[in-house]
């Protein structure tokens, strides 16, 4: 017999039914499924429907909607932690919007800024507030967004610019050229001149210091003059000759700030040559250490340190540049002192081996008053005849081997061409300006080997004679007198190395014989047109057209310093300078390679206790014996 189930079926449901399922669940069954649709409509269509408005809102708005619990934090579209964009004011700016596409924001700081672009490559838009700016597209060549916290830095500002700038006003004939001059306490110059008779053991300088240290006037009795303009200069006045005509300089100023160079008038040659015979070296250099203390709390100092500074000491370099701290040793160490090195100074014999001091001329016996001195002088130096082919005035130098002044006395002594004049001891006529220029005058060329040391009076005192002048050493005038003498020393001299004179190998008649006229007279109208540069003109008036020694050196100034400004502003001074090879940049036009030259076996560097450099003397022996000329001989 078959079990019959306990629980009722379905079947059997059925059967009590009818066959019919009951209305009231299919009822529920049939609300439940509209209500839910209806919610899915109703949330698509007004929950979720965006508002025909409003701007449509980037991914990565969204998502900082999303993480505002990480206010300064941002998610990317891949829901990685991510650099926050750039802020705009104290709000982030949202990302770039092309079209319908979403663009993530651009990222400042290391990750690149990435951007939707539209397919005609139109630059995106960043969405700030309601107004539009442009993004940096990366790639397209457009210049990136401000990197934060890097700021342009605004050009650096100097004192001296406002110097610079008076030169730019065409309406200020001085504009460039004001020159500001210290005020220094009288025991560094005027104290000196009242001391006069202490300036030099070898000669009373007072009766030099008359007619503003022109001397006394010359005489005319021998007609080798001309009327006016004619003194006894001391060959070592320059200090007071070149201050006094500073009074005159036209473009003189107060206000240092405009100034394009600043003048120191101290009698550094008056100085040094007091105390040379019988001081030890603190009284020597005493003067220069106060006079540079004195500056260096002057606040035209602090402007360039210095660099803009100049002053004169009219004697040779050598006696402002003792090499040693022994007693023994030559001069004061002005021109080592570590603050007066970035100073330049002007004196009449340069160091070829440093780079502050600068060679002006001796001063010569002419300093004439007007244009017109100067053109009826060189007129009157044209027509002259000149029956001496050469000539020459000195004395021998028996005790320096390497001197050829013995050999050239011998040549001249043996020449039917030569006019000689020594100046041995006893000899009158080498102390008689009247005596030296007669004969400078009538000869074609004038010998003017090495004094005492490179340089001599005499060679300017020939030229103011229209006499060309012979040189054997690069050192007596090609090396030294570049802002006064041309560069092309052939138009105007002759140069004989003095090495084949010494060993006999050279006859100076026959290689002056062996110029052709025409080019004798060519050199003799370019000496004579110089004239004026060579000169000082009376300190007590102004030459209106013609730029005399002192014009010509201030303007070298000038010019030296406002390079130097202008290169400071540009950050392009020359780092390399070498300041040992200070006679060949002298050489150069606008080129600063230095490479070797014809004339490095005419210059090596003397050392101390160095008898054997260049001429056979030290340059401290060498100034030393200089002294001599003090005393009347003609070097």
């Not at 993530?104 to 800024?113: C, L, T």
């Not at 490179?454 to 690069?474: E, K, N, Q, W």
């Not at 010509?552 to 020359?574: G, H, M, P, Y």
């Not at 490095?600 to 001429?615: E, I, M, N, Q």
Request: charged share 25%; net charge negative; hydrophobic share 35%.
């Amino acid at each position: 017999m078959r079990r019959r189930s306990v629980l009722p079926s379905h079947h059997d449901d059925a059967e009590k039914g009818g066959g019919k399922p009951p209305q009231s669940r299919l009822c529920f069954l049939a609300t439940l499924c509209v209500m839910f649709w209806v919610l899915i409509f109703y949330f698509h269509f007004s929950v979720l429907a965006p508002d025909p408005d409003a701007r449509p809102v980037a991914v990565a708005t969204q998502a900082r909607i999303a993480h505002d619990h990480l206010p300064d934090r941002v998610f990317n579209h891949d829901g990685l932690l991510r650099t926050p964009p750039a802020a705009v004011g104290k709000e982030e700016a949202p990302a770039a919007v092309v079209g319908k596409e979403e663009a993530p924001a651009a990222v400042v700081g290391k990750e690149e800024a990435s951007a939707a672009v539209a397919e005609k490559e139109e630059a995106p838009t960043a969405v700030v507030g309601k107004e539009e700016a442009p993004v940096a597209v990366v790639g397209k060549e457009e210049a990136p967004a401000a990197v934060a916290g890097k700021e342009e830095v605004p050009p650096k500002e100097y004192p001296f610019q406002r110097a610079l700038k008076t030169a730019e006003n065409a309406s200020d004939p001085c504009g460039g050229r004001y020159i500001y001059v210290h005020e220094l306490p009288p025991r560094f110059n005027e104290d000196m001149l009242r001391e006069c008779h202490s300036i030099s053991v070898w000669t009373n300088m007072c009766k030099f210091m008359s007619n503003d240290g022109l001397g006394p006037p010359l005489s005319n009795e021998d007609g080798v003059f001309s009327n006016t303009g004619w003194y006894a200069t001391n060959q070592f006045a320059v200090d007071v000759i070149f201050g006094n005509r500073m009074k005159q300089y036209e473009c003189l100023t107060k206000d240092s700030s405009i100034a394009a160079a600043v003048f120191v008038p101290f009698y550094a040659g008056f100085d040094v040559s007091r105390y040379l015979w019988g001081y030890n070296i603190s009284m020597r250099d005493a003067a220069p250490h106060d006079l540079v203390d004195w500056l260096r709390k002057r606040p035209e100092w602090n402007v360039m340190g210095g660099r803009d500074h100049f002053l004169v000491g009219g004697r040779i370099a050598w006696d402002f540049r003792r090499l040693t701290d022994e007693e023994s040793d030559w001069g004061n160490k002005l021109l080592f002192m570590p603050a007066a090195k970035n100073m330049s100074m002007l004196v009449v014999e340069s160091s070829p081996w440093n780079a502050n001091d600068f060679a002006v001329p001796y001063p010569t016996y002419f300093h004439p008053a007007k244009d017109e001195d100067v053109f009826l002088w060189q007129d009157r130096m044209r027509s002259l005849d000149r029956p001496w082919l050469f000539s020459f005035a000195g004395a021998p130098r028996p005790g320096d081997p390497m001197s050829i002044r013995g050999q050239l006395i011998d040549q001249c002594r043996t020449s039917s061409f030569c006019k000689l004049l020594e100046c041995d001891l006893g000899e009158s006529k080498c102390h008689s300006p009247s005596a030296i220029m007669k004969m400078f005058q009538s000869s074609l060329f004038c010998l003017q080997p090495q004094g005492d040391s490179y340089t001599r009076r005499s060679a300017f005192d020939s030229m103011l004679a229209g006499c060309i002048p012979v040189f054997f050493h690069p050192g007596s005038a090609y090396v030294q007198y570049t802002w006064h003498l041309p560069k092309n020393y052939t138009s105007y001299s002759v140069f004989i190395p003095e090495g084949g004179v010494r060993d006999g190998n050279v006859s100076v008649e026959e290689i002056l014989r062996g110029i052709h006229p025409d080019i004798v007279k060519q050199m003799r109208e370019e000496v004579i047109n110089l004239i004026p540069k060579v000169i000082y003109a009376d300190p007590r008036s102004k030459l209106e057209t013609l730029k005399d020694a002192f014009d010509v050196s201030v303007s070298a100034i000038i010019n030296k310093v406002t390079q130097l400004r202008r290169d400071i502003i540009s950050d392009s001074e020359d780092k390399d300078f070498i300041e040992e090879n200070s006679w060949k940049y002298e050489l150069l036009e606008g080129q600063r390679t230095i490479g070797p030259h014809e004339w490095d076996p005419f210059f090596s560097k003397p050392k101390p206790k160095d008898k054997g450099a260049d001429s056979g003397n030290s340059s401290a022996e060498a100034a030393k014996n200089s002294w001599k000329i003090e005393r009347g001989d003609q070097n």
